[in-house]
């Protein structure tokens, strides 16, 4: 059956108040195929003004919600409604390399008007998105990032479940887009936005009844923001960091997230009807509210204890013994010729590099792989970051472990997404499992856009 749309954009209307009835308790959320018209629209995010030419995965609203089950083919065709080519990639899935959205590494741009058919198999279960791959810097910033949840088959025991879509957009105060980026910038940390929203919205409240269990599932879809996130009142525990459960659960202070990273965070509203839970972003001046989580009716009386662990996702175990060691390098670039203006779009600039090669540009003649993985072996990527900047490395179609960093004790953590801080070396490992050729980028889209960038094939 096919879910409605009340449950497939649960817990991400467009309002600022979601009454969440539909709970999750006890019912399952098939999986069904979907249409994700790719359209520009105008709409209100700083309240009082419209935003002209903003673009989502619907022609109504911000992108919806995708739930699929795991291990169920679940079609979404992308119709492109945009003035302007586009491709979508599904970020953390370890799916078919045909169906990962890069431009001509895994297929062509989707030009205007035409539309193509993806069909996702999620092995692993947890908090994913999706977002373009193509002219990525402006798409993205004109609103092209959803959230897409992978199902377990069982249930851990949460009556509520609530995606958080965490982004800036860039706007001046009559809520029109203003530039997306300074070259300056993009050669330094990034271009921060000036509004920061949750699903679309500013500081949107969300009620949830009292005493309840939710599971909040937080996703930085920003371009350039490393923040640091608490969620203040109510009992609250990590349960997972970018999809993969944590062998034990981290209090929800201090969360470090990076582009592209996401939480899962298990929490426990409050008893007391109107008390709320606050999410925060840390500024330098002080704790800036993104969301806030409003108690309603009489308490439910759960406890966290009640909770099930979550089951871990099917990741190969990489042989360290055995395993061979590649090294990665980020770095300026060596200088040379401009980009490639192709249809996806460049920036004009090349400041950055990996292993000293500047990617340039999405072209169907692209540039050697970084490296040649041969399947099945096991895998230490040396990963070190040459630059005073932070740069949250992502690979796509691969979920990696974290072995070391010659700067900081680092948890074992499962991830398709690592921050490495300025100066930083940091050891990674994989099973080359999954064959193709995987992008491997920066996550801070102006460095993506600007050099950071290349792709490891798995033979
Ligand atoms: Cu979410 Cu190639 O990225
Ligand atoms: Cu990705
Ligand atoms: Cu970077």
Redesign the pocket.
């Known amino acids: 059956s096919r879910p409605t749309r009340r449950e497939f954009l649960l817990g991400t209307a467009a309002g600022l108040a979601v009454t969440a009835g539909a709970g999750l308790s006890g019912r399952r959320v098939m999986a069904a195929d979907t249409t994700l018209t790719v359209s520009g629209l105008d709409h209100a995010i700083l309240p009082g003004t419209v935003t002209p030419d903003m673009m989502s995965f619907a022609a109504d609203g911000p992108p919806p919600v995708l739930r699929l089950r795991r291990g169920q083919p679940f079609t979404v065709d992308v119709v492109n409604q945009l003035n302007e080519a586009t491709v979508v ?1 599904w ?2 899935l370890r799916i078919a390399n045909a169906m990962d959205g ?1 431009p001509y590494l895994t297929q062509p741009p989707i030009e205007p008007r035409q539309r193509f058919r993806y069909t996702l198999t999620a092995p692993d279960a947890g908090s994913f ?1 999706y ?1 373009p ?1 193509c002219n990525t810097l402006e798409q993205m910033g004109r609103g092209l990032t959803g959230m897409l949840v992978v199902e377990d088959d069982e249930n851990p025991g949460f009556d509520q479940d609530l995606p958080l879509n965490i982004r800036d957009f860039r706007l001046g105060e009559d809520g029109r887009f203003i530039s997306f980026y300074r070259p300056r910038a993009a050669a330094r940390g990034g271009t921060l936005g000036t509004v920061s929203t949750v699903n679309w919205a500013v500081e949107p409240v969300y009620d949830l009844p009292a005493g309840s269990l939710v599971r909040l599932r937080l996703a930085v879809t920003d371009m350039t923001r490393v923040g640091i996130y608490d969620l203040a009142g109510g009992a609250a525990q990590v349960i997972a960091l970018d999809s993969n459960p944590l062998p034990r659960p981290m209090t929800p202070d201090g969360i470090i997230l990076a582009p ?1 990273q996401r939480a899962d965070i298990a929490l426990r509203m409050p008893d007391a009807e109107g008390e709320t839970v606050t999410l925060n972003l840390r500024l330098p001046q002080g704790p800036k509210p993104l969301a806030h989580l409003r108690a309603t009716g009489a308490s439910a009386r759960r406890a966290l204890a009640e909770l099930a662990p979550l089951t871990p996702n099917p990741i190969a175990e990489p042989d360290l013994a055995n395993a061979r060691i590649l090294d990665f390098v980020f770095g300026w670039s060596p200088g040379g010729k401009p980009p490639v203006a192709g249809i996806c779009g460049t920036l004009g600039y090349t400041f950055w590099s990996i292993n000293r090669i500047a990617w340039d540009g999405d072209s169907p003649d692209p540039v050697a792989p970084l490296a040649v993985l041969k399947p099945g072996r096991s895998y230490v990527l040396r990963l070190r970051n040459e630059t005073p900047n932070d740069h949250p490395i ?1 690979l ?1 179609g691969l979920t990696f472990r974290l072995l070391r960093s010659n700067k900081r004790p680092i948890p074992p953590l499962l991830t398709d ?1 690592a921050l490495l801080q300025s100066g930083e070396t940091m050891e990674v490992a994989l099973v080359a499992d999954n064959p193709g050729d995987w ?1 491997f ?1 920066c ?1 801070v889209i102006e460095h ?1 856009k600007t050099g950071l960038t290349g792709y490891i094939r798995v033979e």
């Open positions: 990639h970020h953390g890069v998105w977002h791959h592209g992502h796509h997404t992008a980028h996550h993506q």
